[in-house]
């Protein structure tokens, strides 16, 4: 009869595994794998004999060029997109810029996405209760007199603005007439503001004669701000598989959410990948562009190797700062000045060398090809070693001391 494996052995085995470099999540998912199932010592000997093998054969091989398949492993499934804007499921009313216009804006970095879009959570008191939740987005969604009331007209005879409220919007945003009031107020300072409860409207008389100054103040008064969150235009609050209420936005403004009580602030995010940048910093934002990528491919049925999405994540923001893949970031930046004028403004990058003085080292594959010249060894792990004979004299020196 085959001996079943005991809980030492198959941690002696685990233990193993991961002295040979086997990453601790890999050795997390075969212990709670193997916690429950009656194993053989051949068993888990084969088992961990596979997982070896199978992390050994994923390896990266020395002088792979992983710039060129990961470019190529991302580049290729991109032109198979489709161009189009996608809805989001169940939440007909929003949408998202998805696909190829996407990945594009993800890589050139762009300073304001098309589509930005912040996920608010909860904390745990009101995550639970639909009427809490709804309390956080009344003090989140940006409402703006157009959208609360349903006619703003010039009344000529007396050169007066009148601002008609809709009551059911009203009581739907939990706001009352003499909120509005004060708000308005600053528009009637040199003349006078009413309020009529009775037709639930709201008389602004701003002592104006002139048609054109009227209109002008009406605009404004259509886009004063009454309450929530500058930037964020509307939201949405709907629940998720995991029985609490979170909130969807049009529109973004991070900073700003983050100080209302009763938001979870470890995991509201935002699409926008520089204000990400500014309030979590740089690691923050590198993880917001592997989840954006990995999120548009997924999206699009398409399968991408993660290690792909993180080199390019890698390459983005390993300055400090979040650079493009083009001529203004990542290309615009390299040493070689024929690798840059062969990217992009040919003649602007070869003056610009010229007048400053640059020398072009011939190092890179690019630059080698222009010329042509045999390129250069290529490749991660194509590293020089030069041995340092003066540590080396004294490395030999304190042995022949002792």
Known sequence: MTEVASKEFKTKTLEYLES???????????DSFMKDIEFSKEQVQYFADQVYLSYLKAMIVPMEPIGTVAAQSIGEPGTQMTLRTFHFAGVS???????????????????????????VFLTEEYSKNQKKA??????????????????????????SIVVY???????????????????LKKYGKKGTIETDLENNC???????????????RREKILKTLISGIKGVKRGIIYKEDSNEWVIQTEGTNLAEVLKIKGVDSTRTISNHIHEIEKIFGIEAAREIIIRESKQVLRDQGLDVDQRHLLAMADLMCFTGRILQIGRHGISGVKESI???????VTIKQLINASVSGEEE???????NVIIGQLVPTI???AIKLQADLQKYREILQDMSED
Do not use: C, W
């Not at 024929?338 to 992009?344: G, I, P």
């Not at 080292?361 to 630059?367: H, S």
């Open 20 to 30: 040979r470099g086997i990453p601790h999540s890999i050795i997390g998912e075969m």
């Open 93 to 119: 009313e929003f949408s998202v810029t998805q696909g190829l216009p996407r990945l594009i804006e993800i890589v050139d970095a762009r300073r304001n996405p098309s589509t930005p879009i912040m996920y």
């Open 134 to 159: 709804r309390e956080i987005h009344q003090k989140i969604e940006q409402i703006r007199v157009d959208s609360i009331a349903y006619d703003v007209e010039i009344d000529l005879a007396d050169y």
């Open 165 to 183: 409220l809709d009551e059911e919007l009203l009581e739907d945003k939990g706001l009352e007439i003499e909120d509005i009031n004060k708000k």
């Open 202 to 216: 709201i008389i602004i008389n701003p002592e104006l004669e002139d048609i054109q100054k009227l209109q002008k």
């Open 338 to 344: 024929l690798a840059r004028a062969a990217f992009e």
């Open 361 to 367: 080292k011939l190092k890179g594959i690019p630059e």
């Open 379 to 381: 490749g991660t792990g």
